[in-house]
């Protein structure tokens, strides 16, 4: 079975400084990577996502993300923080060749507060 | 504007009432998703319809029912829940085929309070 695993429940950190919010996998294959961010009372909107390819990987609102195999990881990061990136973020997974389930799995989130 | 629309946002019902969440989305994918996201517990995946057909059902209680008329519009409908069914109902859709890049495009949700 796959599963995500993010062991923090939030990251402090102050703006202006680099951040990363880390994120462990599982799977039998190869896997589909995401980041998504949720702020307050809000969906899921989706940061990046890794598939095949360079192992850093860039997305939205300045964000990147490194795939590495060998520790099975997938930390999202920012050189550096903004007030604004305080919110929600999830890791998720999906099989790349599991075309018969295209759902992702979800870590458990990690709240994210960039202090001024 | 994410392309999935989710009414209502917020919902308040007793136990016994029988109420419906719809998800609608306008971006011409073949499927759609429940999730369900209750506070410090990850996202839990309720059912998968592709092709409105439903490929998917983590065990969820029968008190659920979801339906899926047509793959533009998906509901939920609810009935005799419990107060820890209180949760933020997200509903999500997905390209198939060649148009098929992994992610999903979730809705804003709707908020659920079990009286």
């Known amino acids: 079975a796959q599963s995500v695993a993010q062991p923090e429940d939030q990251v402090n950190v102050a703006e202006g400084n680099p951040l990363t919010v880390k994120c462990t996998y599982s799977v039998s294959g190869n896997p589909y990577l995401f980041w998504y961010v949720q702020y307050p009372n809000r969906g899921l909107q989706f940061l990046l996502k890794?598939?095949?390819?360079?192992?850093l990987v860039k997305g939205s609102y300045g964000f990147e993300a490194e795939f590495n195999k060998s520790q099975t990881s997938f930390h999202l990061k920012k050189p550096s923080a903004l007030v604004s990136d305080s919110a929600l973020y999830f890791c998720?997974?999906?099989?790349?060749?599991?075309?018969?389930?295209?759902?992702?799995?979800f870590g458990s989130g990690t709240r994210l507060q960039v202090q001024p | 504007e994410t392309g999935v629309t989710q009414t209502p946002r917020h919902l308040v019902m007793g136990m016994t009432n029988k109420k419906s969440l719809k998800c609608e989305q306008h971006l011409g994918h073949n499927a759609m998703y429940w999730y369900k996201q209750s506070a410090k517990k990850p996202l839990e995946l309720m059912f998968v319809?592709?092709?409105?057909?439903?490929?998917e059902n983590n065990s969820v209680p029968s008190r659920f029912s979801p339906e899926c008329p047509n793959s533009s519009h998906l509901f939920l409908h609810l009935h005799t829940l419990q107060p820890e069914d209180s949760a933020l109902y997200l509903c999500a859709s997905s390209p198939m085929g060649q148009g098929d890049t992994g992610e999903l495009f979730f809705g804003e949700g709707s908020r659920l309070t079990v009286l």
């Open positions: 890794y598939i095949t390819g360079d192992n």
């Open positions: 998720a997974v999906r099989l790349m060749m599991d075309t018969g389930r295209r759902a992702l799995t």
């Open positions: 319809y592709s092709l409105e057909e439903r490929v």
